[in-house]
């Protein structure tokens, strides 16, 4: 059985920092590709990051460029991702994915809040 189980979720105040991670079995964690989206209510999910499957190679969404950093750690099967200079707009659901064409498994997700 795959899951997906992100933490780190929380609230914090504009100009913070947070880092999210989302621990991963059931899948050979070294095949796949991982990814970072957040969604809020009533919005479409958005595209934050991805890093290849031996995290040499990564992208970003326009709107965390220059503030997140995504990683992974093979040993303990976790991506990671690094949020600074947290803004209100950065409020949202943020989910990890495990992707290997065809394959897409998602995690529930972890609440960030970013208020002051």
């Known amino acids: 059985q795959v899951e997906l189980v992100e933490s780190g979720g929380g609230r914090v105040q504009p100009g913070s920092s947070l880092k999210l991670s989302c621990a991963a079995s059931?899948?050979?964690?070294?095949?796949?590709?991982m990814g970072w989206f957040r969604q809020v209510p009533g919005k479409e999910r958005e595209f934050i990051a991805a890093?290849?499957?031996?995290?040499?190679?990564?992208i970003y969404g326009d709107s965390v460029k220059g503030r997140f950093t995504i990683s992974r750690d093979a040993a303990k099967n976790t991506v990671y991702l690094q949020m600074n200079d947290l803004k209100p707009e950065d409020t949202a659901v943020y989910y990890c994915?495990?992707?290997?064409?065809?394959?897409?498994?998602w995690g529930k997700g972890t609440l960030v809040t970013v208020s002051s």
């Open positions: 059931g899948i050979t964690f070294k095949d796949y590709a």
């Open positions: 994915n495990a992707f290997k064409p065809p394959r897409v498994y």
């Open positions: 890093i290849n499957w031996y995290g040499t190679e990564t």
